[in-house]
């Protein structure tokens, strides 16, 4: 089916919010800036103080630019994981995808001598970023592996939840047994790693990062029609002419992608991945993901740009861990959406 | 002559094993199906219906023989291109809850759609001819965890026939539905067959239904054997019988059905009058283990009449006579002779 109308107007909705949110995001922070100089430094203009031009520039902009990519990223990968899975509660997060992408990251962290900190990956230069970005990937890659190949066993959606959080800390107790062995600088580096942050991400990494998405997102969007063809199952996708080995490995192949690069350079960011399809889908009430695709990361572009306003907590000097916040507002969100539209089990078999 | 949709030759199916040798559960399987008919598979839990359906479906490999789809070798066709003759109606129920029902048909458009999946003129079309051919252009709007299973199951087929393919298989599609909705469905499908020259086959347990709507039926024994034919002969021939004769319960040729059979008769009865009351007289004896007799010298006699909107039936034995006029009363009284006579 075509976008219909009110489809229509409201992703015409949520992208004005998007434009409202990023402005916003720039705005507030721990200096204040005004409105008309953030204006005139967003257009290329010149203003009255060279510090503002700085913060902008180089910190505010970046970061908005940065949860605008984990805000697509993660959603698009939690959309493609619950379609695939067939599963209500799959997202990165939550089948242990980002500690993949974890182990990945700690791999290159160890064989470097380091610790997997955003500090440690900025020395890495852009050549570092990129070898991070594959390990992160592949490491994603091989957990949803290991899951699919699990899903395809067993049809019991709380059974796979259980069996993805099992591999979640097989992975996770992977990187344990080397922070072990670290120095306590390094582990007060990983553990500041794993708080998430949008901060981190500047420069050259900022490039590499929206390259790596934007090409992740490409593979989704174009992937959409199979992603369709497989809601009503695979038996019913395969009778329709999809090649489901294919199809799973371009679907494996984007979320890794996505999930990977994001959580190398964020940190493991929860709760986003689960949370935004389902706000969408019970926003859209549609399924078909051509139209939700563009939606999740509409919302989730939005969701994560709020998540940022409140982490810097404006007028103050503090900025709390991003991944505290998305948490915070995250679960109730699914709790929420389980509870008012009671739409989790009819989506799914 | 027309050319068959479905054509067997020398047909093994069964499983392959990667160390093993294959487990084979039917041979020397050659089957037709033309365009225009509608065969039901029947055959006892496990005789392999659902391998043989998934076989011609291609979504299990042949052991040997080949099967050719509209003259093409199976084997040889790719997905894309077998999406387009073949299409599919399964058992499990479907879980799609935020797509609506117009959603839903329009995935069976997938293998005539671009990359993106935008529908064409033609592609509305048939997604709107397809709803009007199972009479769900009325549910087009609504969500598909809304309908009941047979409503559910008839937007299924709808997809299917907006597939645009020559064949429809149907692995047991009347499985979850409620009687009614099992009749329509039946009804649908015959009169698919009949109007838009599809071919349709479906595997059933509805043995009942598949007498009266098959054109031909492919009856599987559970030795693996396949018998096929109009279901009129193979009744008459004895071969349905024989497929499904289990302890308990026989077929009984006069009325097609099977019925639960209990105990022998130790009381021999005749039944005349009005011949729809003593089908159903018939139906409560077999119930009670008593078979009627045609014989008109049994030593019971009851005659069935309708007087002034009311049943009245006579039991007669020997001298007695007793009225009644209800077929409960009816039986307690010849329970109470059967007793006597014990």
Same mark, same amino acid.
């Given at each position: 089916m075509a976008p219909s109308v009110s489809?229509? &107007?409201?992703?015409?909705?949520? &992208?004005?919010?998007?434009?409202?949110?990023?402005?916003?995001?720039?705005?507030?922070?721990?200096?204040?800036?005004?409105?008309?100089?953030?204006?005139?430094?967003?257009?290329?203009?010149?203003?009255?103080?060279?510090? +503002?031009?700085?913060?902008?520039?180089?910190?505010?902009?970046?970061? @908005?630019?940065?949860?605008?990519?984990?805000?697509?990223?993660?959603?698009?990968?939690?959309?493609?994981?619950?379609?695939?899975?067939?599963?209500?509660? @799959?997202?990165? /997060?939550?089948?242990?995808?980002?500690?993949?992408?974890?182990?990945?990251? &700690? #791999?290159?962290?160890? #064989?470097?001598? /380091?610790?997997?900190?955003?500090?440690?990956?900025?020395?890495?230069?852009?050549?570092?970023? +990129?070898?991070?970005?594959?390990? #992160?990937?592949?490491?994603?890659?091989?957990?949803?592996?290991?899951?699919?190949?699990? &899903?395809?066993?067993?049809?019991?959606?709380?059974?796979?939840?259980?069996?993805?959080?099992?591999?979640?800390?097989?992975?996770?107790?992977?990187?344990?047994? +080397?922070?072990?062995?670290?120095?306590?600088?390094?582990?007060?580096?990983?553990?500041? +790693?794993?708080?998430? /942050?949008?901060?981190?991400?500047?420069?050259?990494?900022?490039?590499?990062? /929206?390259?790596?998405?934007?090409?992740?997102l490409l593979i989704s969007f174009a992937s959409s029609k199979a992603l369709n063809g497989l809601l009503l199952g695979e038996n019913y996708a395969r009778s329709m002419g999809l090649t489901i080995g294919r199809t799973r490995l371009i679907i494996l192949a984007s979320t890794s992608i996505l999930t990977g690069s994001i959580t190398a350079f964020c940190g493991p960011i929860g709760f986003v991945g689960i949370a935004i399809p389902h706000i969408t889908r019970s926003l859209l009430g549609t399924s078909d993901h051509r139209i939700l695709i563009p939606g999740v990361c509409l919302v989730g572009t939005v969701l994560l740009l709020i998540c940022d306003i409140i982490a810097q907590m404006p007028g103050t000097q503090t900025v709390l861990p991003i991944n505290v916040v998305t948490s915070l507002l995250g679960a109730p969100v699914v709790i929420w959406v389980i509870i008012s539209r009671n739409n989790l089990r009819s989506s799914f078999s | 002559m027309t050319e068959p949709v479905i054509k067997t030759t020398d047909l093994s199916i069964g499983y392959k094993f990667r160390n093993k040798a294959p487990r084979i559960i039917s041979t020397g399987l050659n089957l037709q199906l033309f365009p225009g008919e509608m065969v039901c598979l029947l055959g006892p839990n496990g005789a392999g219906k659902s391998t043989l359906m998934r076989t011609i479906a291609g979504l299990q490999p042949v052991i040997s023989g080949g099967i050719e789809i509209d003259g093409m070798q199976l084997a040889a066709l790719d997905p894309g291109e077998l999406a387009k003759k073949l299409s599919l109606v399964l058992t499990e129920r479907v879980e799609a809850g935020n797509l609506s029902v117009g959603e839903v048909v329009s995935l069976g458009r997938i293998p005539y759609t671009g990359w993106l999946g935008k529908l064409s003129d033609r592609d509305r079309d048939k997604i709107s001819w397809a709803l009007s051919a199972t009479e769900t252009t009325i549910f087009q709007h609504q969500k598909i965890n809304r309908l009941s299973d047979g409503e559910r199951q008839k937007v299924m087929l709808a997809r299917a026939l907006a597939q645009d393919t020559s064949l429809i298989l149907l692995d047991e599609p009347t499985a979850h539905l409620d009687l009614p909705s099992r009749v329509e469905m039946m009804r649908l499908l015959h009169q698919l067959a009949r109007r838009m020259n599809k071919a349709i086959l479906l595997s059933t347990h509805e043995l009942d239904l598949a007498l009266q709507a098959a054109d031909k039926l492919w009856v599987m024994k559970s030795d693996g054997s396949l018998i096929m034919g109009t279901p009129e002969d193979l009744?008459?021939?004895?071969? *349905?019988?024989?497929?499904?004769?289990?302890?308990?319960?026989?077929?009984?040729?006069?009325?097609?059905? *099977?019925?639960?059979?209990?105990?022998?008769a130790s009381l021999n009865v005749h039944v005349s009058g009005d011949s729809q009351i003593v089908f159903w007289i018939k139906r409560a004896l077999q119930r009670e283990g008593i078979t009627a007799w045609e014989n008109e010298s049994a030593d019971i006699q009851i005659n069935a009449i309708e007087e002034n909107d009311a049943l009245k039936l006579t039991i007669s034995q020997n001298e007695e006579i007793s009225t009644h006029s209800s077929i409960e009363s009816l039986i307690n009284k010849l329970n109470l002779l059967r007793k006597s006579l014990n």
């Open positions: 489809h229509k &107007a409201i992703l015409t909705g949520l &992208a004005i919010l998007v434009v409202f949110f990023f402005v916003l995001d720039i705005m507030l922070g721990s200096v204040k800036i005004p409105f008309d100089q953030i204006l005139k430094i967003l257009t290329g203009q010149q203003t009255d103080n060279i510090a +503002w031009v700085f913060i902008i520039e180089k910190i505010r902009l970046p970061k @908005a630019v940065t949860a605008v990519l984990v805000g697509c990223g993660l959603s698009v990968s939690g959309l493609q994981m619950q379609t695939l899975f067939r599963n209500p509660l @799959a997202g990165p /997060s939550e089948l242990g995808i980002t500690a993949g992408a974890g182990l990945g990251v &700690a #791999a290159v962290m160890l #064989a470097g001598g /380091s610790s997997a900190s955003i500090y440690a990956i900025r020395q890495l230069g852009v050549s570092g970023s +990129w070898l991070i970005i594959a390990m #992160a990937s592949l490491g994603s890659a091989l957990v949803l592996s290991i899951i699919l190949l699990i &899903a395809g066993r067993i049809r019991d959606n709380v059974i796979l939840l259980i069996v993805g959080v099992m591999i979640g800390t097989i992975t996770l107790s992977i990187v344990s047994i +080397w922070q072990y062995f670290s120095q306590p600088e390094q582990l007060q580096e990983y553990i500041m +790693w794993t708080f998430g /942050s949008l901060g981190g991400v500047t420069q050259y990494h900022l490039y590499v990062l /929206s390259g790596v998405v934007s090409f992740g | 009744v008459l021939n004895g071969s *349905f019988e024989a497929a499904f004769t289990k302890s308990g319960f026989y077929f009984d040729k006069s009325s097609g059905s *099977f019925t639960i059979h209990q105990e022998p």
